[in-house]
């Protein structure tokens, strides 16, 4: 079938064609961001699941809800390594302006105070000062959000930008993706700061993503973070939605799967979104014509799993050091048949596998814990944050 109509796209964040089995949240959001334009108590917004099943891709969708109800948006990404005060305020500077409120004072005073919260971050370091700016042309209002204290500048910060948006009749909402990187002082400062929110009814929201166990991150920062937020468990598809996610952008292209060939689809993807575009571009470059059929999933299959092997899963495991590839696999062996157990596996089950004592393993374990290619859901257990990787490790031998 032609190369160049093909619907499918697969991609880090890369929305698909058909956004299916996310209705519910699109609808939930859409209520949150009236509710608190109009004042009403509503809650900010967790997203949570594994690499793989469309967070990123959903939080970009939230956020575009949020800007055609005229709302200021900003968006960032956490990393373990990052201070947060550069990108958060990169991420209100622009919310602030998308605002477009009528009083420049007003939105000057803002940006001002922004810029102090921003600045404060190299103010320890002069040299860095200089060859840094953050591109703020307000002046920066001294003695507000710049006590060096996080948990202090960010409640100051987000209620000067909440008060500037109430004028408005709209509200600001911050987009974070791979919140769990965040470090414990600043969850603990996001935490306090949507607590005041909540306290004050400023029409400010925070929308985050992360890996499954960011409830238990936010959990252990503030005790009524629990009460904070909304989580929301982002999941795989089920076989209906899966089948849509297919069979509609090949409608579009006037194209058709076999009843067949669907069956075969969700069997080799498990209903996982990023691994159904994957397969969907293979099938459909590979099949003869329409409809696509079994036969040609089979055909295909292989050079899905060949692209994964190399962007998906090898990428990751190339990041993991000889010591924590052998815990990887021993992780895999350990596991169930496929080598992605639901709720993991006990870490006294992987070094017995390894045929080393639990706390030897602490520094493999903990390294890789950092660079996000596992995650513990409970304490004394550990699981792939990527679906099929034990698998993909049992395959490489």
């Known amino acids: 079938m032609d190369p160049i109509r093909n619907p499918y796209a697969p991609g880090a964040g890369q929305r698909p064609p058909e956004l299916a089995g996310r209705d519910e949240q699109l609808r939930a959001f859409d209520v949150v961001l009236e509710r608190v334009s109009r004042g009403r108590p509503e809650r900010s917004l967790v997203l949570t699941g594994l690499r793989g099943v469309g967070k990123t891709v959903l939080l970009n969708a939230l956020r575009s809800q949020a800007v055609r109800k005229g709302w200021g948006t900003g968006k960032l990404e956490a990393r373990p390594d990052q ?3 550069r990108p958060l305020s990169s991420a209100l500077h622009q919310a602030v302006r998308e605002l477009a409120h009528p009083e420049a004072g007003e939105t000057d005073h803002v940006l001002g105070v922004l810029r102090s919260f921003a600045e404060r971050q190299a103010g320890v370091d002069a040299k860095l000062r200089e ?82 166990h ?29 089948d849509r996610a297919l069979a509609s952008p090949a409608a579009q292209e006037d194209a058709a799967y076999t009843e067949e060939a669907l069956a075969a689809m969700y069997a080799a993807t498990g209903g996982y979104p990023y691994f159904i575009q994957a397969y969907g571009k293979a099938a459909w470059d590979l099949a003869p014509r329409s409809p696509i059929t079994a036969e040609d999933v089979a055909v295909a299959a292989p050079e899905a799993d060949r692209e994964l092997a190399v962007g998906f899963f ?50 493999a374990r903990d390294a890789l814990l950092k660079k996000g290619l596992i995650y513990s859901g409970e304490r004394g257990r550990i699981a792939f944050t990527v679906p099929h990787f034990g698998r993909y490790l049992r395959e490489q031998g």
């Open 314 to 363: 090898g990428s990751r495991y190339e990041r993991a050091t000889p010591a924590e590839r052998d815990y990887l696999r021993a992780m895999a062996d350990a596991a169930s048949e496929d080598g992605d157990p639901v709720g993991g596996v006990a870490t006294a089950e992987v070094a017995a596998a390894l045929g080393k004592k639990p706390q030897s393993l602490s520094p």
């Open 83 to 85: 201070p947060l005060r």
């Open 214 to 242: 960011l409830p238990a991150v936010l959990s252990a920062s503030k005790s009524y973070s629990e009460r904070l937020f909304s989580y929301q468990r982002i999941d795989r598809l089920a076989r209906p939605e899966a």
């Open 131 to 212: 060859r840094w700016s953050p591109g703020i042309d307000a002046a920066p209002v001294r003695g507000r959000a710049d006590s060096g204290d996080v948990e202090i500048d960010l409640v100051e910060l987000l209620t000067d930008v909440g008060g500037l948006a109430a004028d408005t009749g709209k509200g600001v909402a911050v987009f974070i993706d791979e919140m769990q990187d965040l470090g414990p002082a600043e969850v603990s400062a996001l935490c306090a700061a949507c607590h005041e929110l909540s306290q004050s009814g400023l029409p400010v929201i925070v929308v985050g993503a992360g890996l499954p």
